[in-house]
T-cell receptor
Framework: GDSVTQMEGPVTLSEEAFLTINCTYT??????LFWYVQYPGEGLQLLLK?????DKGSNKGFEATYRKETTSFHLEKGSVQVSDSAVYFCALSVSYGQNFVFGPGTRLSVLP | EAQVTQNPRYLITVTGKKLTVTCSQN?????MSWYRQDPGLGLRQIYYSMNVEVTDKGDVPEGYKVSRKEKRNFPLILESPSPNQTSLYFC?????????????FGNGTRLTVT
């Protein structure tokens, strides 16, 4: 079946460091790919998305490129801030039924 | 403001006492879904609904019921809660018409069953 694999962390970085969170997927169809962020005590919020190969999603300084050849959608940010501390989820959706598949989440802690 | 509203935010109950967690969205979304989030297990889908009166099981439906009588509401019912249903629950909705429609999440309900 469809699945998403991502580094589980926790990831601890200093402020202004470069961030990469790896995400790879397996899908029978042609998925749309998403990154969601969960801040403490809140629900998941959409961070960015990409719907076809070579699309780049971006938001709030975060970027991810849909790589069909490597079935990957790695999340990157050039300079993290303390306020980026959260749990990040990679997800895919392949069907009209919107059956999302989520990765396990990666906890990011950014230290001042 | 477009949002998904869940109530209550926190709930402590005892084994076997029926409870309902409400979920409402004001975006006229067709698709709604319930997830539970557990440490080490990530998000797992309980039930989903593609439209009014249309519901289907997700990955972990045992011990739960749902209904979709109106487009905006999608309550989660635990007829006889057990301690293994202690978890953080999220309701979500989306347009549902294409697979690139993102999910919008509520703020969660933390349930403890003793």
């Amino acid at each position: 079946g469809d699945s998403v694999t991502q580094m589980e962390g926790p990831v601890t970085l200093s402020e202004e460091a470069f961030l990469t969170i790896n995400c790879t997927y397996t899908a029978t169809g042609y998925p749309s790919l998403f990154w969601y962020v969960q801040y403490p005590g809140e629900g998941l919020q959409l961070l960015l998305k990409a719907t076809k190969a070579d699309d780049k999603g971006s938001n709030k300084g975060f970027e991810a490129t849909y790589r069909k050849e490597t079935t990957s959608f790695h999340l990157e940010k050039g300079s993290v801030q303390v306020s980026d501390s959260a749990v990040y989820f990679c997800a895919l959706s392949v069907s009209y039924g919107q059956n999302f598949v989520f990765g396990p989440g990666t906890r990011l802690s950014v230290l001042p | 403001e477009a949002q998904v509203t869940q109530n209550p935010r926190y709930l402590i109950t005892v084994t076997g006492k029926k409870l309902t967690v409400t979920c409402s969205q004001n975006m006229n979304h067709e698709y709604m879904s319930w997830y539970r989030q557990d440490p080490g297990l990530g998000l797992r889908q309980i039930y989903y609904s593609m439209n009014v009166e249309v519901t289907d099981k997700g990955d972990v439906p045992e011990g739960y019921k749902v209904s979709r009588k109106e487009k905006r509401n999608f309550p989660l019912i635990l007829e006889s809660p057990s301690p293994n249903q202690t978890s953080l629950y999220f309701c979500a909705s989306s347009l549902g018409t294409v697979n690139n429609s993102p999910l919008h999440f509520g703020n969660g309900t933390r349930l403890t069953v003793t």
